[in-house]
């Protein structure tokens, strides 16, 4: 039996017939003086390559056509573009929840990778759990998003949370700033608050993109538990009633606050995303009223 696709067909014309309502590209898109290494629409004249099932007609070299019955695309000169980088979440707290996190997450991604290539950014998949996986740069139009693809399907979550690990690693990797979209559950034994604003100190923009479980809000259980680290595997010993669940469920709504706080000081945004809301839903709903996507 075939696997399901991680983005199915019908989503992805949705959000083709979304970007070309856009007028703008993914936030990022800046003036600036030195030019991108990226080939695509714009004024100086670069190069030719071979057109591609999906294409803009427009940027065809039809006199070529007429001369050789082959299609091959103008490229032009990119304005300059400060690079999209997509740092999700992969650790093994991300494969806990009735409706699994970590494919919730990698299907976020490949979202959010095809609306770029539509619109001709740059998008860097960049996975982390404990440290930085290898990453996948994604660019040139939208029949580049096979390979973003098989590179997220083949992803497997594994590791512990370290995001002040994860933050020194992202400013050594990419000194360079840019737009970073964080996609995670934010659960780390650490402080996450301060990693990411030393990620936003270092001139990158911020969009935070909080997903968790049904359960992570708002546990059904009751009763004396015994519960397992997802990450560490250490066991705890807890009793569980209606006023422990509303209490913990007042102090997991106050961090989703103090997350959406480091975003907005740092004039970036912050999403909340339960994994019960399908992905077509946070793309057309949450992420697009939030403002993390235009």
């Known amino acids: ?35 991108s ?4 629409a714009g004024q100086e004249f670069l190069d030719h390559r071979n057109f591609h ?6 940027a065809v070299n039809w006199r070529v056509y007429l001369r050789l ?14 690079p999209v980088r997509i740092l999700f979440d992969t650790s093994l707290s991300m ?22 290539l539509v619109r001709l950014d740059s998008i860097c998949l960049q996975p982390f759990s404990d440290k930085l996986g290898d990453a ?30 994860i933050a020194r690693d992202f400013i050594s990797k990419y000194p360079q700033r840019g737009l970073v979209i964080v996609i995670s559950d934010f659960l780390d034994d650490g402080d996450c608050e301060k990693p990411l604003q ?19 809000r ?19 010993e807890l009793s569980f009633d209606s006023d422990a669940r509303e209490s913990y469920k007042a102090a997991f709504d106050e961090y989703a606050q103090s997350l959406r706080r480091v975003a907005l000081r740092n004039n970036g945004r912050y999403v909340g995303l339960p994994t019960d809301v399908p992905v077509d839903e946070a793309i057309f709903g949450p992420m697009t009223r939030g403002g993390a996507l235009a």
């Not at 699994?100 to 609306?115: E, I, S, T, W």
């Open 37 to 40: 290494r990226f080939a695509g």
């Open 69 to 82: 019955d082959k299609l091959f695309l103008k490229m032009f000169q990119l304005e300059p573009r400060i």
């Open 53 to 58: 099932q999906g294409d803009d007609l427009r």
């Open 1 to 35: 039996m075939a696997s399901e696709p991680l983005l199915p067909t019908p989503l992805l014309e949705k959000l083709e017939r979304l970007t070309i309502q856009w007028q703008k590209s993914l936030p990022g898109l800046v003036g600036g003086h030195n030019t």
């Open 218 to 236: 708002e546990p059904p259980w009751e009763g004396e538990l015994e519960l397992e680290d997802a990450e560490t595997g250490q066991h705890v």
């Open 95 to 116: 494969q806990t929840g009735a409706n699994n996190k970590f494919d919730y997450v990698r299907r976020l991604a490949g979202a959010l990778c095809y609306v770029g």
């Open 198 to 216: 030393f990620i936003s100190d270092f001139g990158h923009e911020l969009i935070l993109v909080h997903t968790w479980a049904v359960e992570d």
């Open 136 to 165: 996948f740069l994604a660019s040139g139009g939208r029949h580049r998003f096979t390979p973003a693809v098989n590179f997220l399907t083949s992803l497997k979550p594994g590791g512990k949370t370290n995001f002040l690990q």
